[in-house]
């Protein structure tokens, strides 16, 4: 018994100091998750891109609801909503581009999605289709992306955002996907679920919290395990 309070009193500080890592890294997710380009990790699973700076929860519901329709409908779009510099990660060079951001975030995702990919800023929108990287005989690698057609004239006649607020960029997505739908002769509904889509820094968040609870749960079982087979008298 004495074995085992030893062994107990090592382990248990060990696990309160991996849980409060945990917690810790998912209280500040931008500075744990910071990467190249936030919007190709969450576009890889999900059809919107919120920014970090939230906005307020019905008209993002509503927006997640109107994208999804559109997809159930054959209308294939995934959707960034870029408010600041930081949601652009590691190329804040991009803000105010949307053409540019349009074609970078595509071919960021062309190994997961080649559909439609829509981009509204405060400047505008941008949209790409089918993007990918290509290399040259020299080595000189170049974005290549559909031009946007006719839906990119679509776009050209769709009122901009209000302003720079989370709230007037959402609105002005949800404009912008039933303009575009609207062309298909799409006619979207809010298919959104009881739960609504997490913006990019939020929803992630979430993730790593749960993960990390996980992840201590199973080594204090593991620990466990291992010193009730170890305990002195056991066969």
């Given amino acids: 018994m004495l074995k085992l309070a030893e062994c107990l009193h090592r382990t248990v500080p060990a696990l309160a100091l991996v849980l409060a890592a945990a917690v810790a890294a998912a209280a500040h997710p931008p500075a744990a998750l910071a990467d190249g380009d936030p919007a190709s990790d969450v576009l890889a699973y999900q059809p919107v891109f919120y920014p970090y700076a939230p906005a307020p929860r019905t008209p993002e519901h509503r927006l997640s609801g109107l994208v999804k329709s559109a997809n159930q409908q054959g209308y294939k779009i995934r959707i960034a909503i870029i408010q600041s510099r930081r949601d652009l990660g590691a190329v804040p060079e991009l803000f105010g581009k949307p053409s540019v951001y349009a074609r970078f975030l595509g071919s960021e995702l062309s190994s997961v999605w080649r559909g439609r990919v829509l981009i509204v800023m405060a400047d505008g929108y941008g949209l790409s289709q089918g993007a990918h990287l290509v290399r040259s005989s020299s080595g000189v690698e170049r974005i290549v992306a559909a031009t946007g057609g006719p839906d990119a004239l679509v776009l050209r006649h769709v009122a901009p955002p209000a302003g720079p607020t989370p709230a ?54 593991g620990t466990l395990w291992f010193l009730w087979r170890t305990r002195p008298g056991r066969a």
Avoid: M
């Fill in 168 to 221: 007037d960029l959402v609105s002005a997505a949800e404009r912008a996907v039933r303009a575009l739908a609207a062309r298909h002769d799409v006619a979207l509904v809010d298919a959104s679920t009881a739960t609504p889509a997490a913006s990019g820094g939020r929803s992630r968040s979430t993730t790593v919290l749960a993960a990390a609870v996980s992840a201590v749960v199973g080594l204090a079982a």
